[in-house]
């Protein structure tokens, strides 16, 4: 992914480092990242630096632990290419099976079904992937919604798992392929704001939402919650892994809600910002999608001297910084 950034021009540096400080790095290491206007003004005196170049200095340090757009194109390279990768592989494989076009055909001969070697490694794959997401995370990109994030990573295990181990494979697989859609266009999206494509990261946003929206809020509970919560009954009856099945597969729909509904909120505030014709559903101050997707970059209040009005900044860096990591629809801040 490095060599087609760079060969896009994507920007290899951070942001702007602090100048080193051994009292300001011991208050930032040791008791706050945000100090407010008492102890600023403490610093003030101690130093003999205004208060606004001790805000400039913090700024500055907190952005320093932010990745680059280099890193974050990487990594949503990285995750494009696989979700391109299953959802092909998944379209043409599932093609070819009964129960793509008749769910009821998912629970034809339950549960002694065999284990075709392409449906095994299909699952095999999605799973270790979201097995290597759930401890990724760690140390990835940080992100303001962590512990949605890997409560999915956990659902998603636990589902492929489960579905495993019972052979309520062939309705998962219809879950996955519908699940990586959306996916990818999203990562997509990613990519082409971080290459400052805004038009067609637009296009790609809106494509996102859409694809998103229907997906999940409409196929997903027509299409898998039916044949799960109804077909699977009248066919088989009641057993103990049909309710087990079905509260993880409605938690996930949940998450789902939850969003979609990120994603109509942000998407009506980019356009509510952009009356004037410049717009970028990517980059809306204060964008709620950062908890969709981001979070490293999200905008800070800082405090000011008691001469000074508080206003709201941006985190120093270039517009590129998002998914999720969003350009200002205001005038610039000094720091950017």
Partial sequence: AKPCALGLKVQANGPQKAQPNAILEKVFTAITKHPDEKRLE??????????????????????????????????????????????????????????????????????????????????????????????????????????????????????????????????????????????IVLEAAKMANYCKCQKLSDLLFVTFAIVFIVSRLGIYPLWILNTTLFELYEALGNFPALWVFNVLLVILQILNCFW?????????????????????????????????????????TVPRSKTLHSTITTNGTSGANGTNGYLTGGTCSEEH
């Fill in 42 to 183: 403490g610093l003030s005196k101690q130093l003999d630096w205004d208060v606004r170049s001790i805000q400039r200095w913090f700024r500055q340090r907190r952005n320093q632990e932010k990745p680059s757009t280099l890193t974050k194109f990487c990594e949503s390279m990285w995750r494009f290419t696989f979700y391109l990768y299953i959802f092909t592989y998944g379209v043409r494989f599932l093609k070819k099976t009964p129960w793509l076009w008749n769910t009821r055909q998912c629970w034809n001969g339950y549960p002694y079904q065999p284990l075709m070697p392409d449906l095994h490694y299909y699952y095999i794959v999605e799973l270790s992937f979201y097995w290597s997401l759930m401890f990724s995370q760690f140390i990835d990109i940080k992100r303001k919604d962590f512990g949605i994030m890997f409560t999915h990573h956990i659902l998603a295990v636990t589902l492929l798992s489960f579905s495993y181990v019972t052979n309520l494979i062939r309705v998962g697989t219809l879950m996955l392929c519908l699940h990586d859609a959306s996916d």
């Fill in 260 to 300: 979609s509904y990120l994603i109509v909120k942000v998407a009506y505030k980019a356009v509510s910002k952009g009356k004037a014709g410049k717009w970028n559903p990517l980059h809306v101050t204060k964008d709620d999608r950062s908890d969709i997707e981001s979070s490293s970059d999200e905008e800070e």
